[in-house]
């Protein structure tokens, strides 16, 4: 692999942009890998990468139904965060932050991480309390997060309208080093790194069935015929559900569509992400101008990647009173994806029923930010039989009770 | 948008008159059942893409929960019917049936 740099890029110019090498190979399937990872998207791919960074396991596909990026990870508005309450929750979305911190360097890649900051609007009595209590919480976790006042709000937002008529802005969970990076450079920069260690990224290849012998995972069926393979990984996100079923459980998941949409582009006004999780929404300005807005998720099972219109209205009705000035914006575009949900709005990497087959999934709303940290446990998990960053993430934990639930810090999607 | 009959009403609400209640005919264990069961009721679903049985509720008409036979690959409706019921009506199987041959009740 040829490493980008400033110079690469005058060598390239000075060719006229004719010598770019293709960032990954698309080869046709071997008959067997040492692991299969299905789904690739930011979570299949950095499981594969870190399968071969962290514990030298290269003989690695990664399968991918449409084009790689192209579910979820393509279509999220890129909110990286980790002010969880939680200790499990805390501890990885913490790790995928840090990794982010570094990751173009790690990748030589360029992911655009902005680490602008993140606040998440307190505008009930309830939320001043719990913001307050997630604070605490953080300090003891090593999450760098602070409860500020309305007026520390108005200084980093100067649009935003503190005393909207239904929900005055009475403070907020600010995370300094929170922000947003460029969702198709994750997917591209770990997609170039697996392709350079020689693992092979599959395209147009759906997976239609596992096989398995005595309980054990022998391999897939796919639409480019069966590939066999002694580890299997599940990271399908939506589909999640459907490869289950394929292998022979069933999932506390459920599937729904969530949507978001930018506005036209207009000059700089807003250099921190809001989240107003009392009214579903959330806001921050792209590099091009753009304001990406999203919301809630639609409340019935859904495959089609389309949502219903009227969230996005109730989406923009509420920011609007939060910030009047996005009044007369026009939308640019609208799009949707569908969305993994758990019963306690938490993730489940884990071990299944089925021996060597291992499970990545239930991010639901809120995946985007954990990519690195994920894939660093589910490949330790896959490549060991344990990771202590995945240990509480069992799908185990809704027979036991154990439930992670963020249901109450994660309530609105992001 | 989403049209849906209620069964009891009659009337022909769009999805902003409703709210979704997630998969129908589970089966209900209480205390005393195994963690099996009571782990398969409260959280396990079959989550399907193609044809799945849920409930809704008429929440801004007549208010009662009803049960519909919807795709989740289309969003195509096959029928909704009353919600005291364990399986849904034969005209509802037979509608869809007629659009997906093979289709069987899951278990
Ligand atoms: C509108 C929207 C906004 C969001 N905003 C945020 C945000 O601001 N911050 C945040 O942290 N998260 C956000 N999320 C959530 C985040 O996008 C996801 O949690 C994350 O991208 C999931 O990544 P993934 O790799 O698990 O799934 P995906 O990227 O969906 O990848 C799964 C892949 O599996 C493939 N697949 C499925 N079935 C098969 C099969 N049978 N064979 C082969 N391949 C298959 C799919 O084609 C897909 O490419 C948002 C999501 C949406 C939809
Ligand atoms: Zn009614």
């Known amino acids: ?414 | 948008m989403l049209l849906l009959t209620c069964p009891y009403c009659g009337v022909e609400a769009d999805e902003t008159e409703l709210s979704p209640g997630g998969e129908a005919h589970l089966k209900r264990f209480g205390p005393g059942a195994s963690d099996e069961d009571f782990e398969a009721y409260l959280f396990l679903r079959d989550n399907p893409k193609g044809v799945h049985l849920e409930r809704w509720r008429h929440a801004n008409g007549c208010g009662k929960w009803f049960l519909a036979a919807r795709c989740t690959s289309t969003l195509e409706v096959f029928g909704t019917y009353p919600a005291q019921t364990t399986r849904p009506p034969e005209d509802v199987l037979e509608a869809i049936r007629a659009k997906r041959p093979g289709w069987e009740m899951p278990a």
Not at chain 1, 113 to 122: D, E, K, N
Request: charged share 20%; net charge positive; aromatic share 8%.
């Open chain 1, 1 to 414: 692999m040829r490493r980008y740099s400033a110079f690469a890029i005058a060598r390239e110019a000075a060719r006229h942009h004719q010598g770019w090498e293709r960032a990954w190979r698309s080869p046709e399937p071997r008959k067997k890998y040492d692991a299969i990872i299905v789904g690739a998207g930011g979570h299949g791919l950095a499981t594969a990468y870190y399968l071969g960074k962290n514990h030298g396991l290269k003989n690695v596909a990664v399968i991918e139904k449409g084009w790689l990026g192209g579910g979820n990870t393509g279509r999220n508005t890129t909110i990286i965060r980790s002010n969880y309450l939680q200790d499990p929750s805390a501890a990885i979305y913490e790790k995928a932050r840090s990794l982010y911190e570094t990751m173009s360097q790690d990748l030589n890649y360029n992911v655009m991480f902005s680490p602008r900051g993140v606040i998440m609007l307190a505008q009930t009595h309830h939320e001043v309390r719990g913001y307050q209590r997630t604070a605490h919480a953080n300090q003891h976790q090593g999450v760098s997060t602070r409860f500020i006042s309305p007026e520390e709000v108005k200084k980093l937002v100067p649009i935003i309208n503190l005393d909207g008529p239904r929900y005055p802005v009475l403070g907020g969970l600010w995370q300094a080093r929170g922000g947003t990076a460029r969702h198709d450079a994750v997917a591209w920069g770990y997609a170039r790194a697996c392709s350079d260690m020689g693992m092979d990224i599959i395209q147009k290849c759906e997976v239609t069935g596992v096989r398995s012998s005595n309980g054990q995972v022998m391999g897939v069926e796919t639409t480019k015929g069966p590939i066999d393979c002694d580890k299997l990984g599940i990271v399908v996100a939506g589909h999640s559900g459907v490869l289950a079923d394929m292998a022979g459980f069933r999932l506390p998941i459920e599937s729904v569509a969530l949507q978001a949409l930018v506005s036209e582009p207009i000059k700089p006004c807003m250099d921190v992400v809001v989240m107003a999780n009392t009214v579903h929404g959330y806001m921050s300005q792209s590099d091009k101008g753009e304001m990406v807005i999203g919301g809630g998720a639609d409340g019935y099972n859904n495959y089609t990647q389309r949502g219903s219109f009227h969230h996005i209205e109730e989406t923009v009705r509420a920011l609007i009173e939060t910030f009047p000035m996005i009044s007369r914006l026009k939308m640019l575009r609208q799009w949707g994806g569908i969305v993994d949900m758990t019963g306690d709005r938490s993730p489940i990497i884990s071990k299944t029923p089925l021996g060597n087959c291992f499970v990545n999934c239930g991010w639901g709303t809120g995946g985007f930010k954990a990519i690195p940290g994920s894939g660093w446990a589910m490949a330790e998990l896959m490549a060991k039989g344990e990771s202590p960053l995945a240990a509480e993430f069992t799908m185990n934990r809704f027979k036991a009770g154990r439930f992670i639930d963020e249901s109450v810090a994660a309530g609105v999607a992001h």
